[in-house]
């Protein structure tokens, strides 16, 4: 097994080679590994492995630092805690590892590798969007709490085996009945597959997320935490406030209106086209206040 502070060395090593042969190969080596290591960075900030992060860096610094001061006892000492190797990194980093080989798979050009799906009938798009809006808007000017999950590329077949089974075309009355308070599928989240409802209660993993504001409630958190892991979209009606939001990406974006909403579901309705587009408009840091 490669130990870590071999590994530490080697790229030391590598970079001495850079500056002393400097050629496209060592460059290339050289930009990879930044594009890695940023990477890696990325998918630990702001989530509860970034205190991980930062603390194995601290000792990273304090064992170079008893080494160049010729501490022996503290630099043996971390030298057995290095000594673990990278295992025990990945060990530590696993969401965050599988989080990113996820978004590997699911990214634009293994979905080209794959082909995208074919154009979808652009007037059934415009009559599936206006029915999801009429229902969204009325659920939040009634506030009635409600969450519903768009499928993308990465399949949600484990979360609609959570459900009860629906499969049925999307309608405002439909979706209106689901989420009324009180009746028996009103708890959980709707899965949209295809352009129909196909399943309804379905549980959510919740979002780990601390810098979640503490204001948001289940719902919320549930929402974010399915976009996490997977590419889907989710949508939610507040039942405390009637705001209407969308979680993408493990982000929130708040106050969204019925314009907003059809834009957005044009977009995850027709997949050939992108969606970032409009993702920078309607993108704004979420409130403290609401459920």
């Not at 050629?23 to 940023?38: F, Q």
């Not at 960075?41 to 992060?53: C, D, E, G, P």
């Not at 996820?102 to 074919?118: A, D, T, V, Y």
């Not at 089974?165 to 599928?185: C, G, M």
Request: charged letters at 20%; proline letters at 3%; glycine letters at 6%.
């Amino acid at each position: 097994m490669i130990q870590l502070r071999e590994f530490l060395l080697s790229i030391g090593s590598l970079f001495a080679n850079l500056f002393q042969h400097p050629d496209w190969r060592n460059m290339a080596d050289v930009l990879i590994l930044t594009l890695l290591i940023y990477q890696v960075i990325k998918l630990v900030m702001h989530t509860r492995s970034s205190s991980l992060f930062k603390g194995i860096a601290v000792v990273l610094v304090m064992a170079w630092l008893a080494n160049a001061l010729h501490l022996s006892a503290v630099s043996w000492l971390l030298t057995q805690i290095i000594s673990m190797g990278l295992l025990f990194i990945v060990i530590l980093f696993q969401p965050e590892f599988r989080r990113g080989l996820e978004q590997i798979g699911r990214s634009r050009m293994m979905r080209r590798l794959i082909g995208l799906p074919s154009k979808q009938n652009p007037e059934r798009v415009e009559e599936n969007v206006a029915e999801i809006v009429r229902a969204m808007s009325n659920m939040s000017r009634k506030r009635i709490g409600a969450l519903i999950v768009v499928e993308r590329h990465t399949g949600l077949g484990d979360v609609i085996e959570s459900g009860t089974r629906v499969d049925a075309q999307i309608s405002q009355p439909l979706i209106e009945n689901i989420f009324e308070p009180n009746t028996p599928l009103h708890d959980g989240a709707m899965v949209i597959r295809n352009r129909r409802i196909e399943a309804a209660a379905c549980i959510l993993p919740l979002s780990q997320d601390i810098t979640i504001s503490r204001d948001l409630g289940t719902r919320h958190r549930a929402a974010i935490g399915i976009t996490e892991t997977t590419d889907a979209v989710s949508l939610i009606v507040s039942e405390e406030t009637g705001i209407i939001s969308m979680a993408r990406e493990g982000r929130l974006t708040r106050h969204l209106d019925g314009r907003s909403l059809t834009i957005l579901l044009t977009e995850l309705f027709t997949p050939d086209r992108s969606m970032y587009s409009w993702i920078g408009t309607l993108r704004r840091e979420e409130p403290e206040d609401g459920e």
